[in-house]
């Protein structure tokens, strides 16, 4: 059976974190049986600050490192390397079989530190010399001319399909952010979401934040809030830096938007609203986060939308995360691509969000894909939107204003049973090992049924 190589990040800070969740049990299952399935990595949206979707591919060659003369004295401090082929995938990790031999197989997650594209030959941090491209001790069972054998090696290498050229470059720069500790932003109330409050990072992992509601940038107790997981003294609420929780400093005022903030905050964003709408460059702070990255919307397609419009939607606040409700825009904001929105019924439970948020969807796509469609109050006898339209006398959303659908190809890969992992929205304090137990259509966030797989 191959091996499981340990992850070696490229950064000393980094450790592992022991009792968390490992693949391997489930990866040789698969390789034993065959009878798991992962998501394939390039389906996703970019889940790091580098995108790696593309990178690799079944049958690529990549360098890593040939631990077989680790043992050998003299050879403790070099950084010896063999070229080895993608023979499986799943997710970031890559089945690699070293390249000449029968039964050298291991797992690696590509962002390990021991992966590396064929023209990288900077020595590991440590090692002595150069780096060594030496074959496993197992090419000798059958090939008597090592020297040739390896030279054959590396001119086939030259030519062979092999991580991208940038891979490394990509690696390096996954620690990097624009972002920083202890800049603030206005973060929606998980548990009232009419208001919005002055968060600040506290941590940094990648594209996740740690956020947190602090007593000096609030005028009233923290104590007395019952968002606790914003407000806790060691709370653990991790937001992906495009959240729908997260909004840029100056939103609230530029919207007319409810938030609960000191004096001088409230003066300084009411100065950057007045700026941008006498279209002068606003004077930010320098902690202040001035824009959050969303999906561009044309104009000629944001130009369709109108106060009024009805469409199905699946609130984030909402702790089941499994049904649609029907829905409402309450107001179109000033600032590009956002609307305020609350679902029919509950109008004074107001959300602001993005259109291409993923929590919008077009009227009829809760029928056309078999998800429950929370019908409005007020309205009697079995759901039909074309009578709910006539009653209210409304318009559904354009759906060019709506998250477009992938292509075919695309939404083929996400299959019943694969494994993932995955964010919940209600327990974000880690990421979560899943499988996807039906499929609605598609949306990045939500249209995934997701259990928890059953590994000892």
Known sequence: MSNFNPFVSLSDKRHPIHDSFSWCKLIHQREQ???????????????????????????????????EYNSLYGYKRKDIRWIAEVEDMCGLYVLGKMIGTVGVRFWVNILSRTVYSRDNMRLEPNMEGKVLILPPYAVEEYVNDIPAFRTAILEEAANHPSFRANFDQKKEKL???????????ELLDN????QMHVARIQQIKG?????????????????????????????????????????????????GYNIVAQDEYLKHTEKIRDAIKAQQR???????IQEIRREAIPVNHWSMIEEGQKFEFLDP??????????????????????????????????????????????????????????????????????????QEAAVCIPEELTKPMPIQDRLE????????????????????????????????ICNFKLQRPNVE
């Open 207 to 255: 594209r996740r934040w740690r956020v947190k509601i602090q007593q000096e940038d609030c005028p009233t107790d923290l104590d007395n809030m019952l968002n606790e997981s914003q407000t806790a003294k060691d709370g653990e609420f991790w937001v992906d830096e495009e959240s729908v929780f997260v909004f840029p400093v100056g939103f609230a005022a530029i919207n």
């Open 413 to 444: 890969q996400f299959e019943i049973g694969a494994y993932l992992e995955a964010a919940d929205m209600n327990d974000n304090r880690s990421i979560l090992p899943a499988r996807i137990a039906s499929i609605h259509g598609f949306s990045e």
């Open 317 to 390: 606040l909402d702790a089941k995360q499994n049904e649609l409700t029907v829905a409402t825009v309450r107001k179109v904001c000033t600032t590009h691509g956002y609307i305020i929105v609350s679902a029919d019924g509950a109008e004074e439970e107001t959300v602001p969000i993005h259109l291409m948020s993923g929590f919008i969807f077009p009227v009829g796509y809760a029928e056309k894909y078999g998800m429950t469609l929370k019908k409005p109050s007020n309205f009697r006898g079995r759901f039909a939107w074309n009578k709910y339209l006539a």
């Open 282 to 288: 606003p004077a930010y702070d320098p902690e202040d």
């Open 33 to 67: 049986k065959g009878d798991v399935s992962f998501v394939p990595l390039n389906v996703f949206a970019v889940p790091f600050k580098q995108d790696f979707r593309n990178s690799i591919d079944l049958g690529y060659w990549f360098l890593t490192r040939n631990h």
């Open 175 to 185: 620690e990097e952010t624009e972002f920083f500790v202890g800049q603030r932003m």
């Open 191 to 194: 548990a009232y979401s009419n």
